[in-house]
């Protein structure tokens, strides 16, 4: 049985991390992998609740939204990105920890320091093997978007510059585990981009469990 890999998207909303996300899982599947696809607020029943209060529901503040979301993700790794990795599998989830780094911790200015001591505690230290950082201007991002906003979605245009430049900052921090790429690229270009970072890893019998 080989070692679990665990896979993240991040970036803005409408950068394509639920389509890059989808395409690396089924590129998996091919190869013969277990892969569990999921995404963070709402991979559990009750993430799936906690993700309509926080982005659907009614107003609440800051420091609300982020324990919010780390119980979401404490409860999502320990019942299914954990379990998944012992097994052997790819995890592959639509979001992780950087997201309330950058939003909350930059976007919220509720210190980047302390939402991701937060939210480490939360996950017990599991980190991704990669992260997969979809950079674009927060501008174009706008125009992507489809349907009614949500709470963050209608969070400002300086909002979302703070949480752009929190992503970015947080890759050259650790190049190692990230990978950024130009959401404006074609879509099949980031795909390669992405199987060909995920292809080494798995070339070199990767560390996918808790450190």
């Not at 939210?119 to 093997?129: F, M, Q, T, Y």
């Not at 009614?148 to 190692?176: M, N, V």
């Amino acid at each position: 049985m080989h070692p679990g890999l665990f896979v993240s998207f991040e970036g803005g909303d409408g950068a394509g991390k639920t389509t890059q996300s989808q395409l690396l899982g089924t590129w998996l599947e091919g190869q013969g992998y277990e892969v569990v696809r999921t995404r963070e607020p709402g991979g559990t029943e009750l993430g799936r609740t906690l993700r309509s209060a926080v982005l659907h529901g009614d107003h609440v503040d800051a420091r609300t939204e982020a324990l919010l979301y780390a119980t979401d993700r404490a409860h999502h790794v320990a019942s299914v990105v954990r379990p998944a990795l012992a097994r052997g599998a790819i995890v592959v989830t639509d979001r992780y920890l950087d997201s309330s780094v950058a939003y909350q911790g930059t976007g919220r200015e509720l210190g980047a320091d302390e939402i991701e001591r937060l939210n480490l505690w939360a996950v017990d230290g599991l980190l991704p093997s990669v992260t997969v950082l979809l950079d674009l201007d927060p501008a174009a991002m706008a125009a992507r978007l489809t349907g009614e906003p949500d709470r963050l979605e209608r969070a400002g245009d300086e909002f979302h510059r703070r949480t752009r430049a929190a992503f970015l900052e947080r890759a050259a921090a650790d190049p190692g585990r990230w990978l950024v790429l130009d959401a404006a690229r074609p879509v099949e270009e980031l795909a390669a981009a992405v199987r060909a970072r995920v292809a080494l890893l798995l070339g070199a019998a990767p560390e996918g469990s808790a450190p």
